[in-house]
């Protein structure tokens, strides 16, 4: 596994961050409460974390 680094405001440490891996995309971010996952239909196996919007401008560089 080998994550490349794409950006966030917080620069190399801390969240929001966004990552590149293959074909996929990985965000860090800030936990939702359980009562705001309680009010999405999240399979199991799966999670939300919330990210400021300024954070796609770096995914938009990327494509």
């Known amino acids: 596994m080998a994550f490349r680094l794409i ?3 917080s620069g190399n440490q801390g ?8 074909d996929d ?6 936990l939702l409460t359980p009562q705001e996952l309680a009010s999405l ?3 199991d196996g799966e999670t939300v974390v919330r990210v400021p919007k300024g954070l796609m401008t770096f995914l938009l560089k990327e494509t």
Do not use: F, I, K
Not at 25 to 30: A, M
């Open 7 to 9: 950006g966030g405001p």
């Open 15 to 22: 969240s929001p961050t966004l990552y590149e891996e293959g």
């Open 25 to 30: 995309y990985l965000v860090q971010g800030y």
């Open 41 to 43: 239909s999240v399979p």
